[in-house]
């Protein structure tokens, strides 16, 4: 059995327990890509990928690689269960599959999770992001209808569906982040889903009163109909996660408590919503190529606001994906322009195939830590998230 994430942080938190100096506690960054391919940084693929990434490759030159690194599964949620729990994603009530739209949460209430492992080493904690692992959604099952809808639908809601969606989103939703280790959490639970909205903590920010207007199903942005919150707009949604991550960085730098940040991005996940700055940038004529460059733009900011903070040398990163490139978005047309998002392997997201699950896993810093490699080196295979076959068919 190769190590997980949570073995790693094990290991990394146990002179702390053995009451070792108050300099062997790291602050610890998660970063996690949504549908990023091994080969869409290029410091992983430098003869086959054609989007830029000069952060990513930073980050790789600075710290150490893994090249042969497995997330557990090609789908979100368990690849993201097992990031967080250290466990076979399969070893819960999903048999397969991801949690569904309003789903229940897949972590049991108390099982161990890298967050409140953390938690028990005095670390404050926080989450933000897509989390895409079920809340407990006070939605009555003779109303579950009402969060549906057309992706026809551009009239005003029905009274009946706002009432709906008013008497759930106006109380505390249980069994998300907050109630499995982290002390915070913001973010979208599944960006293409609804509800249409952030979430801060355990309630919704603001109220979603409307259906998601038809123009956003199309082009790879929203899949499911249901409530939004009026003029809901995609672009935000990835500076929006960057502005909060660098102000939880920031003010983490002041107080007296190491901390634990999983940053678990939306992108280049559907919608392929790019800003304005960026669209084109990537000259693939791809929009989740010009988000991949977004992308990498938004964790360099991230990465500024912890050098900026000075916390930076006592930070370890980790940056890795939970699952392959979506080839429906693309693939083919990318890949005939000389870029292939899964490098030298075979496949793309939702295959058992190797690019699928081979995760570009970056790990930097802390520099003062003696057990970290030199700069720019790198490793084959330390860091699966759970035992993974490497060719399963
Ligand atoms: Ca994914």
């Not at 930073?58 to 729990?85: I, K, N, Q, W």
């Not at 399969?90 to 789903?103: A, K, S």
């Not at 991949?292 to 606001?305: F, Q, R, S, Y």
Request: glycine residues 8%.
């Amino acid at each position: 059995m190769k190590p997980s994430l949570r073995h790693l942080l094990a290991l990394l938190l146990l002179p702390v327990a053995l009451g070792a100096a108050e300099p062997t506690k790291p602050n610890i960054l998660v970063i996690l890509a949504d549908d990023l391919g091994y080969g869409d940084i290029r410091a992983y693929n430098p003869t086959r990928g054609k989007i830029p990434t000069p952060h990513l490759d930073r980050l790789a030159a600075e710290g150490m690689r893994f090249t042969d690194a497995h997330s557990s599964s090609g789908v979100c949620s368990p690849s993201r269960y097992a990031l967080l729990t250290g466990r076979y994603h399969w070893r819960t009530r999903l048999q397969n599959g991801i949690v569904g739209v309003f789903g229940e949460p897949l972590i049991a209430p108390d099982r161990l999770t890298i967050a409140s492992l953390a938690k028990q080493h005095g670390y404050r904690t926080a989450a933000i992001g897509k989390w895409h692992l079920g809340w407990d959604w006070p939605i009555a099952e003779g109303d579950r209808a009402l969060f549906r809808g057309t992706k026809e639908n551009d009239a005003a809601a029905p009274e009946t569906n706002r009432a709906a969606w008013a008497k759930v989103f106006g109380q505390r939703i249980a069994g998300g982040p907050t109630t499995r280790g982290f002390d915070r959490y913001f973010g979208t639970d599944v960006p293409n889903w609804p509800p249409y909205c952030f979430i801060e903590d355990d309630r919704t920010v603001g109220i979603p009163s409307e259906f998601l207007p038809k123009e956003y199903f199309r082009d790879h942005l929203a899949s499911l109909p249901g409530p939004a919150l009026p003029a809901w707009k995609f672009e935000r949604i990835l500076p929006t996660l960057t502005e909060r991550a660098c102000a939880f960085v920031t003010e983490s730098a002041r107080a007296s408590q190491p901390w634990l940040l999983y940053l678990p991005l939306t992108t280049p996940h559907t919608p392929l919503a790019v800003n304005a700055e960026w669209q084109g940038k990537s000259g693939l004529n791809n929009a989740a190529a010009d988000l991949i460059m977004e992308t990498d733009a938004a964790i360099g900011k991230v990465l500024a606001a912890l050098e900026a903070s000075g916390a930076a040398k006592d930070t370890l990163i980790i940056f890795t994906s939970d699952n392959g490139f979506a080839s429906y978005v693309g693939v083919k047309d990318l890949e005939r322009q000389g870029h292939f998002p899964s490098g030298p392997l075979r496949d793309y997201k939702s295959s058992v195939h190797e690019g699928v699950t081979a995760s570009l896993s970056s790990c930097a810093g802390p520099a003062r830590s003696p057990r970290v490699r030199p700069a720019g080196s790198w490793s084959i295979r330390p860091t699966s998230w759970r035992p993974w076959p490497r060719s399963s068919a």
